[in-house]
């Protein structure tokens, strides 16, 4: 992937008084010193008809805006929908190149008591301020904000949407040009239906011209305050269909809709994370697991959420980023109890966090290395627990021991039933040692289709030495130990993927220790102050990123694509075919704790149908038929 063109430039607002926020890099005022409320509804609310069609009720509304801004258009959509829908969805699409820092908002916010409540909601849910697509969910996920931070006309073209309202908002076009190109208008068209509408202060004639080269009837109407003109527009052109690789296309997929029923298979990660996801979006989730609750390769005592670092962003680095980000939202969210604090003694550059755009103040520059107080370590068990503690998710420990395909529905045998158990929606989330009886000959194929493979994990536990009772944060350099958890530090963790001999439980724990030592503070440790081992086993991709999406059918794939695939690169073809129903969310790896979460926002979205929150070439990186895919490409399948 290569490196974004442009970079995210995180700004702080300046005011010219209490209510009247200002941009000093487009030297411009966000919205107007009068009323800034009144001209953002008038303007934009209105005159795009979102309003209207809020009020109306319809079962679904998409809105797009360029130009988030200080999210004044957003909390006032946002407040209208409150008080109008009580049922139907809202999807509210945000480009911003040139964020606000969330202290600022909260200045700002202080002073707009008009809109505390949504003010209250959306600072809570306000990311990390890092370049891509950012999914925050409001009322119960009746909204959905995917705010999306990098230059819009890149992330237009890496987005699936189509918008019923525009708000066209970037300062005044002599200001900002980039906010009113012709290349944005392109996808702005693109990402419009016949019949769309949308909305700008502005009136200027170049700004008017070029929406109605793209399709768009433009109107003038009456400005707000001490503004003559503003426009509306509607677009009157034939709707295109958005330019998509048809071996990766999100469409072709059975949707989840109310009423249907969800088994989940895996009770660790990546099963915990995407009934969570689907709970929440009011689907009722049976969860299997004869082991229980991260019973295998989560039942870890302790994981680390750290940054993931590249040279320069890579397809790794900016999933992880994003991953990572979307778990600290679910921390905070689930209120789940965590340690934060990673002391980083392998990197003294900051360069490369700078070059993947994370914040300056996610990070401290220390001698020792870099600081994440963000960062730090979890209880995989209570994350699991937490996130199947929800009144529309059950467990079942009984054995699966086969599944049943008919035309629309999956049955699952147990042990001790005569008759399958049947759903429509099945989520494969089994990991590299499945122990479900029945299910091993599917485990079996699954990883015979796709390059997986087991990676062996050894922790240790060891009794304080000299001075490391106070160590107040975690360590990460070529493994992690941590502060002390139940009076034992934990010391990790090793990652063996070859042949396993005899004595390697010995072996990893000698190279634990002797990672250990480097640190200062475990100067002291010895092999007589190791109290015991824990060893664990994860599935992983040679790309170390997951796989989500549907479950592929090979055979189809080969007949429909190897020719077009063998050699080049192209787009012909059908949309991808799967086995209707049945989903992938596994190959977490070592990075199951934040992959996970980022992981199931995409599926879920993905099982019913929504819009996916990540950019399309990210999406192509961790799709469930991406080796299969690449395979076809190089030489065909036999």
Known sequence: MPELKHRVQITDLEFKNEKTPYSPHFRDVYFSPESGIEESRYVYLEGSGALAAITESKPELTISEIGFGAGLNFLL??????????????????????PVRKSSLETLYQNIPEL?????????????????VHLLRFFGGSVSLYLCLGD???????????????????????????????????????????????????????????????????????????????????????????DREPWFSTTSQKRLVPGMHVAVLGAGLAGSAIARALAERNFHVLVFDPNGVAGRASSNPVGLFNAQLSKIPNPVSRFSQLSLISHLRELERLKIKSSRGILRT??????????????????EVQDRGIFFPGCGMIDPRELCRSRLNHPLIRIETRAV??????????????????????????????????????????????HDLNPTRPIRGQIIFTDPVSGSGTLPHALVEEGYATPLIEGHHVIGATYQAKTILPDQEERDTETLLSSAQKWPV???????????????????????????????????MKNHYERDLRGAKTRTGPPLRAPQGEWLLTGLGSRGITYSSLSAEILAEWM???????????????????????????SGVE
Request: hydrophobic content about 35%; overall charge neutral; proline content about 7%.
């Open 522 to 556: 475990f100067a002291g440790l010895k092999r007589e102050h190791v109290r015991r081992t824990k060893t664990g086993y994860r599935l992983s991709t040679p790309d170390k990123l997951p796989m989500v999406g549907p479950l592929c059918d090979p055979e189809w």
């Open 152 to 242: 819009a006309t890149e992330l237009l073209g890496e987005l699936d949407f189509k918008a019923d309202h525009w708000y066209w908002d970037g300062f005044a076009p002599s200001r900002n040009p980039e906010a009113f190109s012709e290349p944005l208008f392109d996808q702005v068209a693109l990402h419009s239906k016949t019949g769309t509408r949308g909305a700008s202060f502005t009136a200027a004639g170049w700004v008017r011209r070029t929406l109605e080269t793209k399709g768009f009837e433009v109107r003038k109407r009456e400005g707000y305050g001490h503004k003559r003109e503003c426009i509306t527009a509607e677009f009157k052109g034939q709707p295109r269909e958005i």
């Open 346 to 363: 392998d990197i003294h550059d900051p360069s490369p966090l700078l070059r993947s755009d994370y914040p300056a103040d996610f990070f």
């Open 608 to 634: 019913t149908g929504s819009p996916i929150p990540l950019e399309r070439e990210l999406l192509e990186h961790i799709h469930s038929a991406r080796f299969f895919v690449r395979k076809l490409r190089k």
């Open 77 to 98: 959509t946002l407040q209208e929908f409150r008080r109008s829908r009580p049922t139907g969805t809202l999807r509210y699409f945000s480009f911003e190149n040139h």
């Open 116 to 132: 505390r409540e949504e003010s209250r909601m959306l600072l809570e849910a306000y990311p990390v301020l890092a370049p891509g």
């Open 401 to 446: 021991t086969s599944v049943q395909r008919s035309d629309d529905r999956i049955g699952l045998h147990l042990m001790t039933e005569d008759r399958p158990l049947l759903f429509d929606h099945v989520v494969y989330c089994l990991g590299a040692d499945p122990k479900l009886p029945g299910v091993s000959e599917f485990h079996d194929a699954l």
